[in-house]
């Protein structure tokens, strides 16, 4: 995905996948615009305060309020736009999602809830949700823009990243997860896929659709990816923020080797290898790395290392940025 800020104009020859997708994002009515967070420290993907100041709430908005620019990516209920309103010059990440897509696949449930949880997150490694509005068909989420893009994609093109730049994104999804567990927020679905990457490289939890505010902390719901479901949800028992440990600990072990510890070629061998607990370590894993990770793979929710312990972890504290700045090159004296 390209890095550029620059906002242009949505092209009407712009092709679309099937009927639900327009060639441009075209306004159908006025539509109503819902606030539901707080700006005041929101950034230009530059990294500086935009132009003006941000756009005074109003009761109605359309999508004449926006200047529309390139599709920064697409998923199974719409995709999303690079965006920036018109009068503060402020830059977005516009989501554009179909309600008959939503209702076919009977999740709309699912985006309520994503909405009403991610809109109340307020951390520098979770992706801001900035306000919605809808329309008869379409329902737009305002997100904020993570110039460079999807995690996963980094990890695809490098094969596996190196210890500092693994523990540094296990250490800042960690930190992101212990602020949504005060919160009484689950994720539940963790992976490479859910994660972007901001203008400094740092990590943002994206997708809340399957996270879930539990007071009670007791779940039974069979969600998320394969590779990352633990032993007590793929057994159909009930569970609580301790799935997230096992995430993360299905994460860094992916990081550092290039795919999930129980990835097989069928869903129920991966199923059983997950109930067992059982994986391994190729060779050039090193040792801290392999110590926190045991610690988090236990079949027994409650003997996972907590996520305090995980910042903590040697491993941790010797290769992750957030406690280790990184060595700054020394200039060549001139001879």
């Not at 060639?23 to 500086?48: C, H, W, Y």
């Not at 919605?132 to 460079?148: G, H």
């Amino acid at each position: 995905m390209e890095q550029s800020s620059t906002v242009l104009k949505a092209q009407q020859t712009h092709q679309a996948s099937n009927e639900n997708q327009p060639a441009m994002i075209k306004p159908q009515r006025p539509v109503t615009f819902k606030k539901v967070a707080n700006d005041k420290e929101n950034l230009n993907p530059s990294g500086t305060a935009p132009s003006k100041s941000k756009p005074e709430a109003k009761k109605s908005w359309s999508l004449t309020d926006f200047d529309i620019g390139k599709p920064l990516g697409r998923g199974k209920f719409g995709s999303v736009y690079l965006a920036r309103e018109k009068n503060s010059k402020y830059i977005v990440a516009l989501k554009v999602l179909f309600k008959s897509q939503l209702m076919k696949s009977c999740v709309e449930h699912q985006l309520r809830r994503e909405i009403e949880i991610q809109s109340h997150l307020k951390h520098p490694n979770i992706l801001r949700l900035y306000g919605y509005f809808y329309d008869s068909k379409r329902v737009f989420l305002i997100l904020e823009y993570a110039p460079q893009g999807e995690l996963y994609k980094h990890l695809q093109k490098a094969t596996r990243f190196d210890e500092v730049k693994a523990a540094t994104y296990i250490s800042q999804l960690t930190s992101a997860l212990d602020y949504c567990h005060s919160k009484k927020v689950i994720h539940r679905d963790i992976k490479p896929e859910n994660l972007l990457l901001g203008m400094n490289g740092e990590l943002k939890i994206s997708d809340f659709g399957w996270s879930v505010h539990a007071p009670s902390s007791r779940r039974t719901t069979l969600c998320g990816t394969l590779d990352y479901l633990p032993p007590e949800m793929v057994e159909g028992r009930v569970h609580d923020e301790n799935v997230d440990l096992w995430s993360v600990g299905v994460l860094c072990y992916e990081f550092l080797v290039g795919n999930p510890p129980f990835e097989t070629q069928t869903h129920e061998e991966t199923y059983k290898l997950i109930t067992l607990c059982k994986y391994s370590f190729p060779e050039y894993v090193t040792p801290g790395a392999r110590d926190l990770i045991s610690q988090l793979l236990k079949k027994n929710p409650s003997d996972r290392l907590p996520l305090k312990g995980i910042l903590e972890h040697s491993w941790i504290r010797k290769n992750s940025t957030m406690f280790n700045k990184p060595a700054s090159k020394e200039p060549v004296p001139k001879v």
